[in-house]
Structure formats: structure tokens, C-alpha cells
């Protein structure tokens, strides 16, 4: 290509004169419009044909082609008028360069003759009008600019639009396709590009099934299209096995529905097609494993069950009398219980020793979690009750012991395990209670003769940590008055952490509230209406926690003894 004059040269290094034109009002919307046109007659003309025009026009100029490339990598330009005729280019290659800039702006192509076939391959190619120079008046140029502009707009929206459909679509796993009513296809994505073994989508548009599969599946393909055109009924997610005889059996859910022209008449089918053989032969692997399952769970409930029973065992089944000789209705102290596991196998449990005839120990203990672990180490907890019979007498003697065998064993176990315990010891004799407590719920003291219930709190001490979590832990006793009429309500923590409709907490001061109102009842009555007033308040009607309650009731003490009761109540040997 020839060198520019030095003058152009110069010329095209500024690249852009800007003519702004009158100012217009603000209200109104201006076009800027790039002209690029090497005839500075011409320019003139244009410039001065839309000075007046009623919409503001803001008029960049070049005369050269790189230099309008240049200005349109900047961006801002909304329509292009240009000739074809430049002096670094020249004809149809003109416009070429132009419609390639990624910017998309929409171009008018200007010429100074009546040249209709230069006019037609433009606008095919993509020119949104082909203008004659000194055949354009004002209203002409300006219904083209904005004509230009809007179709540019419209065909820049429908070109995304399908670009987007496309991607859509060929990011899809099923096979997608389109066929015509002789059974060609006539779109196709990537999946079902790759399904026929082709390099692009376009390789199968105007080719039949027949090219593809075997005589016998085509086939089966025109015949299904065939019913969905004849009928206009789909065919939904039809399970079918695919196989050419030499190769693995394939399976494929198949959807087929008619595809319809503007009018409603059928002209073809769409069909999606998904490859399933995987999602078949883990639904083969799945049935085989259920079974096997099913039989181990049989087996695992049958193990269960034996091991609730055994659990259940553990549990007190009767109460011991105070004396041991006594009947139970002349018993010194009552006791009533009620466990709630939310599972087969729970992580509470309690226990009532019989420490002498005017000594009882109650036990109670909530391990952390549920099912076959947390049972575990209640049966653990269980034989250390036994071997700590000796000191059961000192309540908080018998929890520092108990932590120190439980650390002693769950140190060998991979997961951290720990359980909150209280242990109380009614001396009726004396009118006392003695208690100690691991990190569990305080229980609540029913002090009927003077009208009031009191959490078993040391004074409001802080109860010392759950057992099993640090060594060394030493428990303190506390003490107590009890009289005849008293009662006392041990608890785990599944009574009250029951969250309401409204995410509130059903806590320790409503639980304290709802015995208050039952405080001369049974014992009996209190558990059955406290655990429905508790429910009530769940959001679920239910616990999410295993719930254990243990209840004393103290009928005789010390001071009320029948005379001649020495022998019902013997003095309680050296501790």
C-alpha cells in the first residue's frame, strides 16, 4: 500500500476532529456518530445536512480507516458513516474491516454512485443501510441513523440471545437435537455431537439416524418420531437399552416432544437424550446392596434389641424399703422414676443404692450422645456404682472416685467421651441430704410444709466439671435439712432444652415454675404433667434428647418417727 502524503500522515496521528455542533436541550439524547469519509466536500455536507437535525448529533471524523479502528477501540461511538473509498482501503474490504471490530456499532455505508450490487453485498454482509452521496436529505439521514441503531441494537440482543441458547445448550450433558419432519436433524449440541462420534454439531445437520445407528435402532428412532408428529403426544423419559451387539449395553432416557411452527402446525421433533447406563447399573449395585443392608440391619436390630434388654436391665426394676424389712407402703422414702430414650439405646441412667436402713443414695447421669457408645459407657458407669458401694455414704468422695476409674478407661478410647452426674444421700434419720454434683442439671427440692421448691445448688455454688474430662477433679458435698413430705426431682437435661414454635428455650426457670404449680401432687402426677406441659411447648411435640427423671419422696424422717422405731431405724454404723 502506497505511503500517506506527510501531511495525512500527521493528519492521522490526531486521529479525530470532533464538530460539536449548537448546543441542544438537555432533555434531549445525542448520537455520535464516527464519519469516515477522505473527501473534506463531502464531510462538509454531512456535517452541515444534520447541524439543524432534531436530534443532537456530536460528529467525530477521519478520513482514514485505521484511524476510525483506533477511535472505535475506544468506545463511546454509536453509529459508523463511512465510505469505501479511503485512502489505506478500499471497497467491500472496507466495510469487512469495519463489521469485524468486536465493538459490533452499526455501520452506514456511503458511496458516491448507484452501485446496487455493491449495495446488496454490504447490507448482506451486514451494513445496516447503503446511502448515496448528494441523494440524502436531512429527514432521510436522520430516520437512517436511528433505524440503524435500533435494528443494530435488536440484532445485538437476538444474536446474544441465541449465543447464550447455544452455550446453554451445549453445556447440557443430556443429547439435544431438533429434526425435521423427514426425519434429518437439523440442530444438534455438543453432547449429542459427541453421542454420534462427529468433530462439530454441524456435521449431522441434513443427515438421517440411519447414518448413525444400526438399521434395526433407526428405526425404532422414526418410528417414535413418526407417533409424536402423527399424534402430537410426548414421549417422557421412555427407558430404553441401546445396543449394537459388539459393544457394553447402553441404556437411554428418551424425551421427545413435537416441534411446531408460528402457526401450531408440527414440522419436526426436539428430543433430549440422556445416557442413564451408569445411573442403571448403580441402580443394579444399589438393589444387591440394599439387600445385603437389609439383612445386616436385621441382624443389627436383633443385637439392639438384646442390648436395649440388657440396658434395661441396669435400670433399677424395683426400689429398695428404709428399713429393708419394711413393706414398701411403710417405707421411710418412696422413689418413682420415668426414662424417655430417644433412641433404642440411650445415654441415661440413674441408680438407687441402699446404703443402710436409714441411708439411700440416689445416682443419676447423662452421658454425652446417644445409641450404642453413650450405652456403653452407662453399663461402665453402672459396674463403678457397685464397686464404689464402700464410700457411697460421701457423696462427694464417691464422684471423685467415679472420675478417676472413668478416666482411667475412656483415656484408651479414640473419641473423647464424658457425662454429667449428680449424686445425692438421704439420711432420714439425721433430717438431712447430702450431695455433690458433676456439671449436671441441679435437681429440685420439693419443700412442701413450707410451700416452696429450691434448686439443689450448694448455696449457689458452681457444680464441679463432668466426669471423665479433667484428672485430679476433687467434688465437694453439700448439705441439707429434709422433712417428712419432702421430695426431690433429679432430672437430665432432655426435660427442658426443647426448643418452643418460636425458637425460644423451654429452660430451668419454666421447669422450676411448672413443678411450683404441682407442688402438693404426686410425684407421679408431676412427671406425666410436666413432660406433656414440655411437649406442648415443642415446636416438634417431641424431645431431641433422652429424658430421665427420678423421684424421693421422704415420708418419715428423725423427728417423726413412731415410737419404739429404734428397731425400724437403727443407728447408721460408722461412715
Not at 105 to 111: A, D, E, R
Amino acid at each position: 500500500m502506497t505511503e500517506p502524503p506527510l501531511e495525512q500522515t500527521a493528519y492521522q496521528e490526531s486521529l479525530i476532529r470532533v464538530n460539536t455542533p449548537t448546543p441542544f436541550p438537555a432533555s434531549q439524547q445525542s448520537i455520535r456518530l464516527l464519519l469516515v469519509e477522505d473527501n473534506p466536500d463531502d464531510a462538509f455536507l454531512l456535517r452541515e445536512l444534520l447541524r439543524d437535525a432534531p436530534i443532537p448529533f456530536v460528529i467525530e471524523e477521519t478520513s482514514w480507516l485505521s484511524a476510525a479502528l483506533d477511535r472505535l477501540n475506544q468506545g463511546g461511538i454509536d453509529v459508523v458513516l463511512s465510505d469505501l473509498s479511503l485512502p489505506d482501503s478500499h471497497g467491500i474490504d472496507t466495510f469487512r474491516r469495519l463489521a469485524a471490530h468486536p465493538s459490533r456499532v452499526p455501520i452506514i455505508v456511503l458511496s458516491g454512485s448507484h452501485d446496487e450490487a455493491m449495495a446488496l453485498k454490504t447490507v448482506e454482509e451486514g451494513a445496516q443501510d447503503y446511502l448515496v452521496k448528494g441523494s440524502v436529505d436531512q429527514p432521510l439521514m436522520v430516520r437512517a441513523v436511528r433505524y440503524a441503531i435500533q435494528r443494530a441494537a435488536s440484532e445485538r440482543a437476538l444474536q446474544d440471545e441465541r449465543n447464550l441458547l447455544r452455550r446453554v445448550i451445549d453445556s447440557l450433558p443430556d443429547s439435544i437435537y431438533v429434526k425435521s419432519a423427514d426425519g434429518r436433524y437439523l440442530l444438534g449440541n455438543l453432547a449429542h455431537c459427541h453421542r454420534l462420534g462427529l468433530a462439530s454439531p454441524g456435521d449431522a445437520v441434513g443427515r438421517p439416524s440411519s447414518d448413525f445407528f444400526p438399521e434395526d435402532v433407526a428405526r425404532g428412532f422414526q418410528a417414535d418420531d413418526a407417533q409424536v408428529m402423527q399424534t402430537g403426544q410426548p414421549i417422557m423419559n421412555r427407558h430404553e437399552s441401546v445396543g449394537d451387539g459388539l459393544g457394553p449395553l447402553k441404556w437411554l432416557s428418551t424425551t421427545k416432544v413435537p416441534l411446531r411452527d408460528a402457526q401450531g402446525e408440527i414440522i419436526g421433533v426436539i428430543g433430549i437424550g440422556r445416557d442413564i447406563t451408569a445411573r442403571k447399573n448403580a441402580e443394579d449395585k444399589l438393589a444387591r446392596y440394599a439387600q445385603e443392608l437389609r439383612e445386616k440391619n436385621s441382624e443389627m436390630e436383633d443385637d439392639l434389641n438384646m442390648a436395649r434388654e440388657v440396658q434395661q436391665a441396669f435400670l433399677p426394676q424395683q426400689f429398695p424399703s428404709f428399713p429393708e424389712k419394711a413393706p414398701p407402703e411403710e417405707s421411710a422414702l418412696r422413689f418413682v422414676s420415668k426414662y424417655l430414650p430417644t433412641e433404642a439405646l440411650g445415654g441415661d441412667f440413674f441408680h438407687v443404692l441402699a446404703i443402710s436402713d436409714t441411708q439411700a443414695g440416689v445416682f443419676i447421669c447423662d452421658v454425652m450422645g446417644h445409641g450404642v457408645r453413650a450405652a456403653l459407657v452407662t453399663a461402665i458407669q453402672r459396674t463403678l456404682v457397685e464397686e464404689l458401694q464402700p464410700i457411697a455414704h460421701e457423696p462427694g468422695e464417691f464422684l471423685t472416685q467415679m472420675n478417676r476409674a472413668l478416666l482411667s478407661i475412656l483415656r484408651r478410647t479414640r473419641s473423647p467421651m464424658f457425662a454429667s452426674a449428680f449424686y445425692l444421700v438421704a439420711d432420714v434419720a439425721n433430717g438431712v441430704m447430702r450431695y455433690a454434683n458433676a456439671g449436671h442439671p441441679r435437681p429440685l427440692h420439693l419443700r412442701r410444709s413450707a410451700g416452696n421448691v429450691n434448686f439443689l445448688d450448694g448455696g449457689n455454688v458452681r457444680p464441679g466439671p463432668a466426669l471423665g474430662v479433667f484428672d485430679g477433679t476433687v467434688y465437694r458435698s453439700f448439705e441439707t435439712p429434709i422433712e417428712a413430705e419432702d421430695a426431690v426431682l433429679l432430672f437430665t437435661d432432655g426435660l427442658y432444652e426443647v426448643e418452643g414454635k418460636h425458637g425460644e428455650l423451654y429452660d430451668q426457670a419454666l421447669l422450676l415454675r411448672a413443678v411450683e404449680r404441682r407442688l402438693y401432687r404426686s410425684t407421679e402426677q408431676i412427671f406425666e404433667e410436666t413432660i406433656g406441659e414440655v411437649r406442648e411447648f415443642s415446636a416438634t411435640r417431641s424431645f431431641e434428647d433422652d429424658v430421665c427423671l427420678v423421684g424421693m419422696e421422704v415420708r418419715k424422717n428423725g423427728k417423726n418417727l413412731p415410737t419404739g422405731a429404734d428397731e425400724d431405724f437403727p443407728a447408721p454404723g460408722p461412715s
